[in-house]
C-alpha cells in the first residue's frame, strides 16, 4: 500500500498495475477508517458508557470482519469488479436493511415504553445495543450473500462459453 507516495499509486493505478487484493486493502482501510470516525462521533452526542464503547468495538469489527468476508467471497469466485459490486450492492441492500430496521423498531420502542419501563425513552440499554449490532450484521450477510451470487454465476457463465 502506498499512504504517501501519491505519485506513484497513480501510475500503478493508470497502469492497471494493482490486483484485486491491493485494491480490497484500500476499500478496508478507508471502510475502517469511517466507521471509527462514525462511531467516534457519536461520543460528542452521547457520554462514553460501557454500552456505548461495547456496541462501537461491536459494529467496528463486524464492519472489518464483513468486508473482508465479501472480499474473500468475491475472491473465491472469479475475484472481479470486488469494490464495484460492494458499492453498488452496498446501496439497495442498506435501504432493505434501514426500512426492516425502522419497521422493527416501530414495534420494539412501544414495546420497551409500556412493557420493559416507563423511562425507556429516557435510557440505552444492552437490548438497544444488539438491536442495532444484529441489523448490521443482517446487512453483511445479505451483502455476502448477494457478492457470492455475482461472482459465482461469472463463472457458470464462463464455463458455458467454453
Known amino acids: 500500500m502506498y499512504f504517501w507516495k501519491t505519485k506513484v499509486l497513480v ?18 482501510l478507508f471502510v475502517t477508517i469511517n466507521s471509527v470516525i462514525i462511531e467516534m462521533s457519536v461520543y460528542d452526542i452521547q457520554p462514553a458508557t460501557i454500552i456505548y ?10 464492519t472489518i470482519i464483513g468486508t473482508w468476508l465479501c472480499y474473500r467471497t468475491n475472491r473465491n469466485g472469479d475475484n472481479k ?9 452496498w446501496i ?6 434501514a426500512l426492516l430496521g425502522i419497521t422493527a423498531l416501530m ?14 425513552l429516557e435510557s440505552y440499554t444492552w437490548l ?6 444484529v441489523f448490521v450484521t443482517l446487512f453483511y ?3 455476502n450473500a448477494a457478492m457470492r451470487l455475482i461472482s459465482r454465476s461469472n463463472i457458470s457463465h464462463s464455463n458455458r462459453s467454453l
Not at 439497495?92 to 436493511?97: D, S, T, V
Open 141 to 143: 450477510w445479505r451483502l
Open 92 to 97: 439497495p441492500i442498506a435501504i432493505r436493511i
Open 107 to 120: 414495534i420494539y420502542v412501544p414495546l420497551g415504553m409500556f412493557l420493559i419501563e416507563p423511562e425507556y
Open 53 to 62: 464503547m461495547a456496541q462501537s468495538f461491536l459494529l467496528v469489527s463486524i
Open 81 to 89: 469488479d470486488f469494490i464495484t459490486r460492494y458499492i453498488c450492492l
Open 11 to 28: 501510475e500503478k493505478l493508470k497502469n492497471g498495475a494493482l490486483s484485486e487484493k491491493h485494491h480490497f486493502w484500500y476499500l478496508l
Open 128 to 133: 438497544d445495543a444488539l438491536f442495532i449490532v
